[in-house]
């Protein structure tokens, strides 16, 4: 392994920067199309449009890339939520249309992303390494939660932000993937109704 791992590059040119780029996203596609385990390193290279030996100069195998695809997922939804945060007064807006919002862009994040989620939650359990990656990724999301709880904390009726941030984001996370990642015998509407409720009966006054 130290021999391969000599041979990968740092893509410091445009044109190199660019290739890698096109590698990680046609891995994200193929990860969330056909699902890690189904994907191998020939079929990532040629959806990327590079020979199997470029992919090899920049990663080590397709763990390596689903490491990449980890932080740019994790990116991606980030900037998503903050984007559409971003277009909204806290202090005018009314709450429930602000929760519904917020769940509508968590679902359109999670939308594409079935087969990667899938495996993704399997390695949780299975890669250290990719554990530590996501539980990294959930604590930015409970202290972004936390940021925005505190901008309208004069309409909550919680003092305890932070545990309240933790609540919130926990909550909204585990509905949105039963929504998103399970068969549900009742709709999505229902179900994302009786969230927004729950979350504005714990919080405001």
């Known amino acids: 392994m130290s021999d391969i791992g000599d041979k990968i590059r740092t893509p410091r040119q445009d044109r190199s920067i660019k290739t890698k780029e096109a590698i990680v996203h046609a891995a994200m596609k193929l990860f969330s199309d056909k699902g890690f385990h189904q994907t191998n390193t020939k079929q990532i290279a040629a959806a990327a449009g590079v020979s199997t030996g470029s992919f090899y100069s920049y990663f080590a195998d397709k763990r390596a890339v689903f490491i990449d695809v980890l932080h740019v997922y994790g990116e991606?939804?980030?900037?998503?939520?903050?984007?559409?945060?971003?277009?909204?007064?806290?202090?005018?807006?009314?709450?429930?249309?602000?929760?519904?919002?917020?769940?509508?862009?968590?679902?359109?994040?999670?939308?594409?992303?079935?087969?990667?989620?899938?495996?993704?939650?399997?390695?949780?359990?299975?890669?250290?390494?990719?554990?530590?990656?996501?539980?990294?990724?959930?604590?930015?999301?409970?202290?972004?939660?936390?940021?925005?709880?505190?901008?309208?904390?004069?309409?909550?009726?919680?003092?305890?932000?932070?545990?309240?941030?933790?609540?919130?984001?926990e909550s909204m996370s585990t509905i949105v993937d039963v929504i998103s990642f399970s068969p549900q015998r009742i709709s999505t509407e229902r179900l994302k109704s009786e969230l927004v409720n729950m979350i504005i009966n714990y919080l405001y006054k």
């Open 76 to 169: 991606q939804l980030l900037a998503r939520i903050d984007a559409s945060m971003s277009e909204f007064d806290f202090k005018t807006l009314d709450p429930a249309e602000l929760i519904s919002h917020l769940v509508d862009s968590l679902l359109l994040s999670h939308k594409d992303f079935v087969g990667y989620q899938n495996d993704l939650t399997m390695m949780y359990h299975s890669d250290e390494e990719i554990k530590q990656l996501m539980d990294a990724q959930y604590e930015v999301g409970r202290r972004r939660t936390l940021q925005y709880l505190q901008m309208g904390q004069d309409e909550l009726k919680t003092e305890d932000l932070e545990a309240a941030s933790i609540i919130v984001f």
